[in-house]
């Protein structure tokens, strides 16, 4: 399996989750309320659900950008200094669903004809603290790039549901269910 099937596949469902999360925050609070969500955390020392979701989108973009050698572009700069200051700029619902689809489809036309190169070829990864990593691409994808994703990701799912939004484990795999046998799945009504 190349490193870009494994990462691409999983930041796509994963997003596409949070986005389904999203609107049963819509739907399940009015509007104001639902909104407010975007500056919740979970301790005060957090980043709030609006910094998650945009952290989420920029990890996604981050793991290929480096997969691929790339330099990182000025829009994704922008989004990551966005959800730094999501704290006095939350945005709205409506811009997190509009980083989410942006981001999904950057990664389906990222990913599309490339493997992410050599799991053992080396990759060098700086912090802004100045602590810099030295991986291989393929401990990059498992030990930093997919951990990353789902931190931001799991602590928007958190927030959410500490926050009384009606979500549950199948939210979290509904991925899962496109595997599920048939005569396996209870009945709806």
Not at 53 to 71: K, N, P, S, W, Y
Not at 158 to 181: C, E, N, P, T
Request: hydrophobic share 45%; with cysteine; charged share 20%.
């Amino acid at each position: 399996m190349s490193l870009m099937n494994l990462l691409a596949p999983t930041y796509i469902q994963m997003l596409e989750a949070l986005s389904r999360w999203l609107k049963k925050a819509e739907t399940q609070l009015p509007m104001g309320e639902a909104e407010a969500l975007l500056l919740s955390s979970l301790t005060p020392d957090m980043f709030p659900l609006a910094t998650q979701v945009r952290f989420a989108c920029v990890q996604a973009r981050e793991g290929i950008h480096r997969l691929r050698r790339e330099d990182f572009p000025p829009a994704l700069t922008a989004l990551l200094d966005e959800g730094r200051n999501a704290r006095t700029q939350p945005g709205t619902l409506a811009d997190a669903q509009r980083h989410i689809r942006e981001t999904v489809e950057w990664v389906k036309q990222s990913a599309s004809g490339s493997d992410g190169g050599a799991p053992e070829r080396p990759l060098s990864h700086a912090l802004p603290n100045g602590l810099v990593f030295d991986l291989t691409a393929e401990q990059y994808v498992r030990d930093w790039a997919i951990p990353q994703f789902f931190f931001h990701v799991m602590a928007a799912y958190a927030i959410l549901r500490s926050s009384g939004i009606d979500l549950g484990k199948a939210d979290y795999v509904q991925h899962m269910f496109a595997y599920a046998r048939p005569e396996a799945m209870a009945p709806t009504t």
